[in-house]
């Protein structure tokens, strides 16, 4: 996997990824950052509605227009159906933004909704989740999802020479089945997580705000605890990466880093320093 990721709780957040060309929400200054990546980028899947969200959207539309690149590449947002914010923002965009040189698409989503990026035998989609972050805030999270394929259970203790054997013998859609890998899981803002929406992900991307419930003012957001918590049930495979945390807790990173090596977890824990830009490999 590779994504650039970026978060600060209340100013920007969010994530480029970079196999698929995605970027999850779309905070300020997220166009600085990219520079002309932003040309790479061929759908924007938009968490929820709120600024720190969306407030990159006017940049990134402009420069794509504008900026030394190919200015006539599509661009898709993907956005919670019925989101206030987004629609008014939508509204300003269309009587703004008249002399567009690409076209540029706007595509309400629902939970359960799936989003082709990839055809063929290795096919891969988006999936849409509902997520809860505030009270009259629709917000959904989403899966990158690939379809695979794998040996039936009855044909898996084979030797190697039957296997080969029964593929040449044109059988191999008679001994495989196909399955479901969710390979990137993002949540944006959110109190904890169903981990049942984000079962086996290899790398789940949950927001933790706060280090301790007693700091949580209001239950629309999680702690670093309850994300941890949610990735264990969900049985994530490869990586959580905690983002979205707040600023009050910079000082106590390092400090934070050594308590949750010492848990033993099955995947590693990737914290996002408050304000810094992060590339993952």
């Known amino acids: ?14 994530i480029y990824y970079a196999p698929d060309r995605i970027l999850f929400d779309c905070g300020e200054g997220v166009s600085t950052i990219l520079e002309n990546k932003v040309f790479a980028i061929k759908h924007v899947f938009l968490s929820h509605g709120h600024a720190d969200h969306i407030s990159g959207l006017m940049g990134l539309i402009n420069i794509r227009n504008n900026a030394m690149g ?3 590449k599509e661009l898709k947002i993907y956005y919670p159906a019925g989101n206030f914010f987004v629609s008014e923002l939508i509204s300003y965009f269309a009587r703004t933004n008249r002399n567009l040189k690409y076209e ?3 595509i309400p989503l629902q939970p359960g909704d799936k989003v082709t990026l990839l055809q063929g035998r290795h096919a891969r989609y988006i999936e849409a989740f509902a997520t809860i972050h505030s009270r009259g805030e629709t917000s959904l999270g989403y899966n990158v999802a690939e379809v695979r394929h794998r040996l039936k259970p009855e044909y898996r203790d084979l030797p190697q020479e039957e296997i080969v054997r029964l593929v040449r013998e044109g059988k191999k859609e008679e001994i495989t089945e196909k399955y479901v890998q ?10 904890p997580l169903n981990p049942n929406l984000v079962k086996g992900t290899e790398v789940l991307c949950h927001e933790a705000t706060f280090l301790s419930d007693e ?12 994300a941890i918590e949610v990735a264990k049930k969900a049985e994530v495979q490869k990586e959580l990466i905690l983002f979205h945390i707040s600023s009050r807790y910079r000082d106590e990173l390092r400090e934070l880093e050594r308590k949750i090596e010492g848990m033993g977890l099955p995947f590693k824990v990737r914290l996002i320093p408050p304000g810094e830009v992060v590339e993952i490999e």
């Open 1 to 14: 996997m590779k994504a650039i990721v970026y978060s600060k709780a209340l100013y920007s957040t969010w």
């Open 104 to 106: 540029l698409e706007w």
């Open 215 to 226: 700091d949580r003012k209001e239950f629309k957001h999680s702690t670093v605890w309850e």
């Open 70 to 72: 190919d200015t006539e």
């Open 182 to 191: 969710y390979l990137f899981s993002y949540a944006g803002d959110s109190v």
